[in-house]
C-alpha cells in the first residue's frame, strides 16, 4: 500500500495572545478550508463565516457532545451554534494550546452558566402554564358569548393560536429536546430545518397578527366611516389568512439555511448554518427583511396606531363635553364613551403588553445594527440583557389569555368555571 502523504495544514491564530498551529491527517474538509478563510488577511480582521468551524474545533476539543447550552448562551451569533464533530476529525499537537481553550471554554460556561438555569426553568414553567392557557383561551373565545363583537373575537382567537404554536416550536421541540430528551428525532437535519420554520412563521404571526388587531381597534374607534366595511368577520378572516400565508412562504428559504453536522448510518443530523449564509448578499438581504418585519416595523406600526387612537380619544371627548356643555363640576355619563371603553382597554392591554415585553429585544437588536458589533463579544451585562431580551420576548405569547381574563367580565367567568371543572375533574382522577 501507498503511504499516504500528509497534509500538514497550518493556520495561525490569535487565542489568549498564543500562536498555534493545527494538523490535520485527512485532506482539506469544509472546517479545514472555513479555518483558512477565518485567518485569510484579505477577509477582514474578522470573517464571520468561518467562526463556526473555529467553533466546533473548541467544542471538539472539550469533548463537548451538545452544543445546546453554548447555543442558549450567544443566540444568533456564530460562536457557538455549530454542534461537535468529535475529537476524532482534529488532533492538535500543541498541548498547550488545548489546555488554554479547555480553560477559556470552562471559563465561558461557568460565567454563562447562571443565566442558563433560570433559563431552563423559565422555559419549563412558561411552556406548562402557556400550553393549557391559551387551549383554553381558543376554546372559550371559539363559541363565542364574550362580550365582544365576532370581528374581534376572530382576532383574538387567531392571536392565541399563534402563540400557542410559538411555544411549541420553540420551546417543546427545540430547547425541550436538549434539556430533557436529547438525541432524539427531532435532531435530524430536515426535521430540526422544518421545526426552525415553523417557529419563525409562528413568530412572525403572533406578532403581526397583533398590528392587524391594533389596526382593526384603530378604525373602529377613529375612522367611522370605513368601520362598518373593514370591520366585520369575513373582513377579519381575509386580512389574518392572506398574513398568515404571506409570513409563511416569507420564511421558507430559511429552510435552506441549514446541512447537516455529521451522518449517522446515512441520516443527517444535527443543524449548522452553510457558510454561504454569512457570505451570499441574498442571505444578508433576506436577514435584514426578517429583522424588519419582525420585529421593527410591527412595533413602530403599534406605537403610531396607539398614539393616533389616544390622539382621537381626546379631541373627541373634548369636543362631546363642548356640545353636552358640561361644567368642570357636572359628571354626565356618556353612552357613547362608555361602549368603547372595554375596546380601548382591550387594545390599550395587548399593545402595551406586547410593546413592553418586546421592548428589551428590540433595543439589543438597534444596539447591533448601530454598533456593528458581533454578539460574542458583549460584556457580561449585555450579553445577559440580550437573554432577558429573549425570555420576555417568549413570554408574551401567554399574557394575552391573563389579559383577556383582566378585562371581559365573561371571559374572565367562562375561564375560571373551566378552571374548576378540570380541577375536579384531576382530583376525581387522582382518587381513582
Request: charged share 20%; proline share 4%.
Amino acid at each position: 500500500m501507498k503511504r499516504k502523504k500528509k497534509e500538514i495544514i497550518m493556520s495561525q491564530e490569535i487565542v489568549l495572545g498564543k500562536s498555534i498551529a493545527f494538523k490535520h491527517n485527512k485532506s482539506p474538509g469544509p472546517d479545514t478550508l472555513e479555518l483558512r478563510r477565518f485567518n485569510d488577511p484579505r477577509n477582514g480582521s474578522r470573517n464571520i463565516d468561518a467562526l463556526p468551524a473555529f467553533c466546533r474545533l473548541l467544542k471538539s476539543l472539550n469533548g463537548l457532545e451538545s452544543s445546546y447550552n453554548w447555543e442558549l448562551s450567544a443566540r444568533s451569533s456564530t460562536q457557538y451554534k455549530a454542534v461537535s464533530l468529535g475529537l476524532h476529525q482534529l488532533k492538535s499537537s500543541n498541548k498547550e494550546f488545548v489546555s488554554c481553550l479547555k480553560g477559556q471554554i470552562n471559563s465561558h460556561s461557568k460565567m454563562h452558566r447562571p443565566i442558563q438555569h433560570v433559563e431552563r426553568v423559565f422555559y419549563t414553567i412558561l411552556a406548562l402554564i402557556g400550553i393549557p392557557v391559551n387551549l383554553l383561551a381558543i376554546v372559550i373565545l371559539s363559541r363565542g358569548k364574550c362580550g365582544v363583537s365576532p370581528c374581534t373575537t376572530r382576532y383574538l382567537v387567531v392571536m392565541a393560536a399563534a402563540d400557542l404554536m410559538v411555544i411549541i416550536t420553540d420551546v417543546l421541540l427545540r430547547r425541550f429536546r436538549y434539556y430533557y430528551y436529547p438525541q432524539c428525532f427531532l435532531d435530524i437535519t430536515p426535521v430540526c430545518s422544518v421545526d426552525w420554520v415553523l417557529y419563525c412563521a409562528a413568530r412572525d404571526c403572533s406578532v403581526w397578527f397583533t398590528v392587524t388587531f391594533s389596526f382593526d381597534r384603530f378604525v373602529t374607534i377613529c375612522c367611522q366611516k370605513l368601520k362598518t366595511k373593514y370591520c366585520t368577520e369575513k373582513t377579519a378572516t381575509v386580512v389574518l389568512a392572506t398574513t398568515c400565508i404571506l409570513l409563511c412562504l416569507k420564511n421558507i428559504p430559511f429552510y435552506f439555511q441549514y446541512q447537516p453536522v455529521r451522518l449517522i448510518n446515512n441520516v443527517p443530523f444535527f443543524c449548522d448554518r452553510k457558510s454561504e449564509f454569512y457570505t451570499e448578499i441574498w442571505w444578508a438581504v433576506l436577514n435584514w427583511v426578517d429583522s424588519i418585519l419582525t420585529p421593527l416595523l410591527p412595533f413602530a406600526l403599534i406605537l403610531l396606531f396607539n398614539v393616533l387612537t389616544v390622539r382621537h380619544i381626546l379631541v373627541t371627548s373634548r369636543v362631546r363635553k363642548r356640545l353636552k356643555g358640561e361644567t368642570k363640576g357636572e359628571n354626565r355619563r356618556d353612552p357613547e364613551m362608555e361602549s368603547r371603553r372595554k375596546s380601548v382597554i382591550l387594545l390599550f392591554a395587548i399593545s402595551g403588553s406586547f410593546i413592553l415585553l418586546w421592548f428589551i429585544y428590540v433595543v439589543d437588536i438597534v444596539y447591533f445594527v448601530i454598533q456593528e458589533m458581533n454578539p460574542d463579544g458583549y460584556p457580561p451585562f449585555l450579553f445577559h440583557f440580550r437573554r432577558v431580551g429573549f425570555m420576555l420576548q417568549r413570554l408574551s405569547c401567554c399574557t394575552n389569555t391573563f389579559i383577556y381574563t383582566a378585562t371581559m367580565p365573561r371571559f374572565r367567568l367562562k375561564f375560571s368555571n373551566a378552571i374548576k371543572y378540570l380541577d375536579t375533574r384531576i382530583a376525581r382522577v387522582m382518587k381513582k
